[in-house]
């Protein structure tokens, strides 16, 4: 009888694959990578270099052959970008705050004892490792592309172009891209990379597991007699607190005039403290914090929102919201890569009220 070869992975991941405790979206998407590589019969071996916030999945790492964590700090990002500064850390750091001198001896260790057939790249922060590794085939899962991302902020569209240049140079020495939309191949494309470039099936996406959420009942419960609207986002990410900030001041406050009845409730992780206090000092804005799961109040809103102005990539909670029945209203930034919905309403962000106004009458 002919043993069948077992494809040996090396998964690398700036994050918990499913991770539990302080998350994004990002991470269950790379819990469904992990699984499809176990489901490929792969043999997979995992080095995460994580926030000490997170905390691993237990179901996923029994599929591990092996699960490796390095717990960073912002320190350590620091150290990531010093130990890259010849490939331009200081001008693109995303790429390398992981990617320091103990995490390469611990890569290229097991490398040399181990003929892995694949090394797999999951998130922007572990892509400066290409820098420091040879294999004939690295794939990367491109949750987003930064320099898209960079070029519409303010303070790092000055300096875009180079931030392209320091990405563009990394896919290089890629074999493959796994992208998250059709936009995103195109952008890749456009870059100029030459390598393969597949488009993810992201299937149905569920909301990972938060320690010491809110239940969400007790948010829903509060709908009673109200408009509601929902915000759903990890509120520590700088496009999700400037954002609702934006729409609190410019959309919100207007709308609440035409129907004072309209509540906003804002739901996720880690609220700044300046969001916190406009919850308390303007009525009707509610600053939940992480609740347990949102599909209840997806499902019992009369309205979600994303109402982003700027970042890149698939906004994996307009999905979610989307596959728990929800209308959802969204800039072209919100909406960015997601098929067409007829719940899905795309305006710009001078008519964002109005189109409310109009689906709640």
């Known amino acids: 009888m002919v043993e069948l070869k077992m494809d040996k ?6 994050f918990h694959p499913g991770a539990r405790g302080s998350i994004g979206a990002g991470e269950a998407i790379c819990g469904d990578n992990l699984k499809k590589h176990v489901n490929n019969g792969s043999q997979v071996d995992v080095i995460v270099i ?3 916030t997170q905390y691993e999945n237990p ?7 092996s699960y490796e964590v390095i717990n960073v700090s912002k320190k350590d990002y620091l150290k990531g970008i010093l130990f890259n500064a010849k490939y331009k850390s200081f001008i693109a750091p995303w790429f390398f ?10 890569i290229n260790n097991k490398i040399s004892h181990t003929n892995y057939d694949l090394v797999w790249l999951d998130f922007p922060s572990v892509l400066g490792v290409v820098k420091h590794i040879l ?3 690295i794939h990367y899962f491109a949750h987003d592309v930064v320099s898209q991302r960079t070029s519409r902020s303010l303070t790092k569209k000055p300096i875009n172009k180079e931030i392209a240049k320091v990405e563009a140079n990394l896919f290089c020495k890629l074999k493959k891209i796994v992208a998250m939309s059709h936009k995103d191949k195109l952008l890749l494309e456009q870059m100029n990379y030459k390598g393969v470039i597949e488009v993810a099936d992201l299937g149905v996406q569920k909301v990972g597991e938060v320690l010491n959420g809110i239940p969400i009942e007790e948010v829903v419960d509060k709908f009673k007699d109200r408009k509601n609207l929902i915000f759903f986002g990890y509120m520590k990410r700088a496009e999700n607190h400037w954002s609702i900030i934006w729409f609190i001041f410019f959309v919100f406050l207007k709308i609440r005039k035409h129907n004072p009845n309209i509540h906003l409730w804002i739901l996720g992780l880690a609220p700044r403290p300046l969001l916190k206090l406009i919850g308390k000092c303007i009525s009707n804005v509610h600053v939940a914090g992480a609740v347990s799961d949102p599909t209840l109040a997806f499902q019992k809103a009369d309205l979600s929102v994303a109402p982003l102005l700027y970042g890149a990539g698939v906004k994996i909670k307009v999905l979610q919201m989307l596959e728990a029945g929800a209308t959802v209203v969204a800039t072209e930034v919100g909406a960015e890569g997601i098929e067409s919905h007829k719940k899905l309403h795309i305006v710009n962000k001078t008519q964002f009220g109005k189109k409310i106004l109009e689906l709640l009458d």
């Open 135 to 137: 294999h004939p085939n």
């Open 50 to 52: 994580s926030p000490v």
């Open 97 to 106: 705050t992981r990617v320091n001198k103990s995490l390469i001896k611990r």
């Open 9 to 14: 992975v090396l998964f690398i991941s700036a």
């Open 59 to 65: 179901e996923i790492k029994a599929l591990c052959h």
